[in-house]
C-alpha cells in the first residue's frame, strides 16, 4: 500500500472517533473555531508574504487591535481571511453543490477594500507564477477551465474519491487555472477546506514552515503527480484531526 493509502487510513479512523463524540459541546466547538480562524489565517497569509506573527494575527482577529509597524493591507489580508472563513463554514453547513459564483465570492472577501476592481473578477491578463516554470492558461480560457472544474467537483468521477483526494484536487486545479489576478493560492486553500468540511472534516491548514514542500508538491502536480501533493494534503488534515480529538477529549 502506498504511502498515500495509509495516511488516508489512519485519517478515516480518527474521523470515524471524532464522529463517535459528535455532537461537541458549544464551548469546545467555539474554542475549535477561534484556534483554527487564527492559525488558519497566519499560515495561508504568511505562505503569500504576509509578515503578521501568529500573536498579531491572533491581536486583529480576536481584540480588533492594531499592530504598530505593519501595513494596512496585511491587516486587511487577516480580517478578510477571517470573514472568508466565515462564508466558507456557512456553504460548508448547505451542503449544496459548489459553484463558480462561490469561488468568486470567497476570492471577493479576500480582497474586499484591497483590490476592489480585481476582487471576485477572472482575470482578464496572462500571469506569470514567481518560482514556477509553469505558465497559467491565457485568460480567455479561464471562464471555461472553472466551468468544468466546478462540473467535476460534482460529479461520480469526483464523488469516487476519498474527501481528502476530492480537496486536494479540487485546491490543485483551482491554483493551475490560476483564475484571478492576486489571491489564488488563498482563494485555493479556502475550497480545499469547503470540500472538506462539507464532508465532516476540520480545516487543513498549510503551515508556513512547509512553504518549501508545498510549492515542490504543487510543481509535480503541474506535471501530473499528484500523489506528493494529496500526500502533503492528508498530513495536514491528520494533523488538524489530532487537534480536535485532544481538544474533545477523545482517546
Known amino acids: 500500500m502506498s504511502f498515500k493509502g495509509e495516511i488516508l487510513m489512519q485519517i478515516d479512523e480518527k474521523k470515524a472517533r471524532l464522529d463517535v463524540a459528535r455532537p461537541l459541546p458549544p464551548s469546545i466547538l467555539a474554542k475549535l473555531k477561534e484556534y483554527f480562524d487564527v492559525e488558519w489565517t497566519y499560515h495561508s497569509n504568511a505562505i503569500e508574504g504576509n509578515t503578521l506573527t501568529l500573536a498579531e494575527t491572533r491581536l486583529v482577529l480576536l481584540d480588533g487591535l492594531t499592530v504598530g509597524g505593519k501595513s494596512l493591507r496585511e491587516h486587511l489580508e487577516a480580517i478578510n481571511h477571517k470573514h472568508a472563513i466565515d462564508f466558507v463554514e456557512a456553504l460548508a453547513k448547505k451542503k ?78 483551482l491554483a493551475h487555472i490560476h483564475p484571478f489576478v492576486d489571491g ?68
Open 184 to 251: 489564488n493560492g488563498r482563494t485555493a486553500r479556502l475550497l480545499m477546506n469547503l470540500v472538506l468540511m462539507r464532508e465532516g472534516y476540520p480545516p487543513a491548514v498549510i503551515r508556513l514552515e512547509r512553504r518549501p514542500q508545498y510549492y515542490k508538491a504543487l510543481k509535480l502536480a503541474d506535471g501530473g503527480e499528484m500523489t506528493p501533493f494529496v500526500t502533503l494534503v492528508a498530513e495536514e488534515v491528520e494533523r488538524s484531526l489530532e487537534v480536535w480529538l485532544e481538544m474533545a477529549g477523545v482517546k
Open 96 to 173: 449544496e453543490p459548489i459553484t463558480e459564483h462561490n469561488i468568486r465570492q470567497i476570492h471577493a472577501l479576500i480582497l474586499r477594500t484591497i483590490d476592489d476592481e480585481n476582487a471576485g473578477r477572472y482575470r482578464s491578463v496572462r500571469v506569470r507564477i514567481a518560482g514556477t516554470t509553469y505558465i497559467p492558461p491565457e485568460a480567455v480560457f479561464v471562464p471555461s477551465l472553472m466551468q468544468e472544474m466546478v462540473t467535476w467537483l460534482d460529479s461520480p468521477e469526483a464523488e469516487e474519491l476519498h474527501p481528502v483526494e476530492r480537496a486536494a484536487m479540487a485546491h490543485f486545479r
